[in-house]
């Protein structure tokens, strides 16, 4: 089993160069199979979650080809089925988008159901409600969404939570429907946009994505196109933290600063200086990080992906924090791991207490999900001694080259597989 091995202590300093959005490209991937025409995608990252899906794609006869690292062409016209297996959407959450994109072209999908994963419980009642308010019959047999509509005919659809998937999907489906659909309370997240434009560069008519309301009027037809992915603003935000973590000077590019406002806001308030430049921001933390308050919210409040991140570099500043869950029910669950580093934190429901220390201290920890793993080696790089972390495959799901990067910054990072690997880093900073 692969783990990183860090030696604490080094200030990250230098450049990073961030990737495509990865929710963004398991949209717009998904929404590709919706034209028989070829489509060109760049900017595509290269982490577990999108090779997931694009084997799943296979699996339903999407011929695919990567001509480059970041660059998928595809093509949907000798798709052969709408069964996706439980093997694909075991691996990968997002594989539900599958059904919007399948619905909206061929009337039909199947799609297992998603189970519960390590940050709460994660309904889908909204995605159904709006497949259902398109004219979709859908049922759950056998442990799958079983979706499918003789026609699909535009609705006006008020979201009763605001969902990211559920707005993505509906919107999905309701792309290729006939007339008009309204779809109010949705998510404005930057890749609920980035899919809005992708969708209508093959022809889809979508206004409003971006604010409270997206309107739809359907097409029957999507067309072949080119389209880069936007940055990822969570792996901006994970690096801008772990700059300020660490008290580095890091220029992360390639951004949209603008997807990065609430990080950036948090992070002047605690301390640190931050430039903004046209596609790049600079994070340099050269004095002691003070406390804040934060709550999680959907865009353009406080990202629920940066949260542990931020948790990790408030457990190093000086005071009380206080930061409040707002998005999931059960987000905390690496805090006994950080715990184990020496941070002093009280968890109480969906808000945790932080009381600032000096240092963290190198301990042997494990990676309880995606953004948490990335925290915790935020944490590493802060502590004093080695770490080692363990199930990194979390990690790799959705950051490209993680240890590379950091390597790049300045940070012993270390990906090793046995103990000799692990021995041969030691033996390197000896
Ligand atoms: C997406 C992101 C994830 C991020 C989250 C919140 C992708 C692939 N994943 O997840 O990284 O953490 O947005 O920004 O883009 N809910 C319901 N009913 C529904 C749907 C959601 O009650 O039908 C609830 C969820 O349980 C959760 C909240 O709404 O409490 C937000 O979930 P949602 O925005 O749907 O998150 P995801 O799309 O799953």
Do not use: W
């Not at 430049?277 to 992906?305: E, H, M, W």
Request: overall charge negative.
């Amino acid at each position: 089993m692969d783990r990183y091995a860090v030696m604490g202590g080094n200030p990250l300093v230098g450049e990073v160069e961030i990737g495509g959005a990865k929710n963004a490209a398991l949209a717009i991937l998904a929404a590709a199979v919706m034209t028989d025409e070829p489509v060109t995608i760049e900017n595509v990252p290269d982490v577990r979650d999108t090779n997931v899906l694009l084997q799943a794609m296979e699996s339903i006869g999407v011929l695919i080809d990567r001509p480059e690292r970041h660059t998928v062409v595809m093509n949907s016209s000798q798709i052969c089925g709408c069964i996706i297996e439980d093997e694909f959407m075991k691996k990968i959450r997002a594989s539900y988008y599958m059904i919007g994109a399948l619905l909206g072209k061929y009337k039909r999908a199947e799609v297992p159901l998603p189970g519960g994963c390590n940050i709460g419980v994660r309904a889908i009642d909204q995605h159904l409600k709006g497949f259902r308010a398109l004219g979709a019959k859908v049922e759950i047999a056998h442990g799958s969404i079983i979706a499918e509509a003789e026609e699909l005919k535009g609705s006006h659809i008020f979201l009763d939570k605001v969902s990211v998937g559920a707005t993505i999907n509906i919107m999905m489906a309701a792309t290729m429907a006939s007339g008009k659909t309204t779809l109010e309370n949705v998510a404005k997240e930057p890749h609920v946009v980035d899919l809005a434009n992708f969708l209508n560069s093959m022809g889809a008519n979508i206004k409003g994505a971006g604010t409270d309301v997206i309107r739809i009027k359907g097409v029957e037809k999507l067309h072949r196109t080119e389209y880069a992915i936007i940055p990822d603003q969570i792996e901006a935000g994970t690096f801008m933290v772990a700059a300020a973590a660490s008290r580095g000077d890091v220029t992360v590019k390639n951004v949209i600063p603008k997807h990065l406002e609430c990080i950036t806001a948090k992070l002047q308030e605690i301390g640190c200086r931050v430039e903004e430049y046209d596609d790049a921001v600079r994070v340099v933390a050269n004095g002691k990080l003070t406390s804040t308050q934060i709550k999680t919210l959907p865009y353009p409040g406080f990202p629920t992906d940066m949260q542990p991140q931020m948790t990790v570099a408030l457990g190093l500043a000086t005071g009380t924090s206080i930061v409040t869950e707002g998005i999931f029910d059960n987000r905390f669950k690496y805090v006994d791991e950080l715990v184990r580093m020496g941070a002093s934190i009280k968890v109480e429901g969906n808000m945790a207490v932080i009381t600032g220390v000096e240092q963290y201290s190198g301990a042997s920890i494990t990676a309880p999900d995606l953004r948490a793993g990335a925290a915790l080696v935020i944490a590493a790089i802060a502590a004093d001694g080695e770490t080692i972390i363990e199930d990194i495959k979390y990690i790799e799901r959705g950051y490209e080259d993680f240890d590379k990067k950091l390597k790049r910054l300045g940070v012993r990072i270390e990906k090793v597989s046995n103990d000799r690997d692990l021995k041969k880093f030691r033996f390197k900073l000896a």
